[in-house]
């Protein structure tokens, strides 16, 4: 069964037409101190990186749209369908929080 594997692994990398020892080399050299990489190479690892950053975002910004979205559906949900009386106001959400603060305030009666 390794020598499947150990077959496997070797077609594929014959089908990549490479290996990751020269890519570990082409960051390694990159990254030197002493600068021993093309200005070519210096720029498809700054760029390789730039465009990870922006991936992560991009996930970022697209898990935050998600979440305000999900709590909007949730509010109206809760409100309009169930009927609950849920307040937004930050005096209501944010009353026992705050150090000092004076008395929560009461729902009306009525």
Same mark, same amino acid.
Request: proline share 5%.
């Given at each position: 069964?390794?020598?499947?594997? +150990? ?5 594929? @990398?014959? /089908? ?8 570990? @080399?082409? !960051? @390694?050299?990159?990254?030197? /101190? ?5 200005? !070519?190479? &210096? +720029? *498809? *690892?700054? *760029?390789?990186? #730039?465009?990870?950053?922006? !991936? ?9 749209? =998600? ?8 509010? *109206? !949900?809760?409100? &309009?369908?169930? =009927?609950?009386?849920?307040? #937004? ?14 008395? @929560? ?6």
């Amino acid at each position: 069964m390794n020598e499947f594997f +150990a077959d496997l692994a070797a077609r594929v @990398r014959r /089908a990549m037409a490479g290996d990751d020892g020269e890519l570990a @080399r082409l !960051v @390694r050299e990159a990254m030197n /101190a002493d600068r021993e990489a093309t200005p !070519v190479e &210096r +720029a *498809v *690892v700054a *760029v390789t990186g #730039l465009s990870a950053a922006a !991936v992560g975002v991009g996930l970022a910004a697209t898990s935050l749209v =998600g979440l305000a979205l999900a709590a909007v559906i949730l509010y *109206v !949900v809760l409100t &309009r369908v169930f =009927g609950f009386d849920l307040r #937004l106001d930050p005096a209501t959400l944010f009353a026992g929080m705050w150090p000092g603060a004076g008395p @929560r305030p009461q729902p009306k009666e009525g």
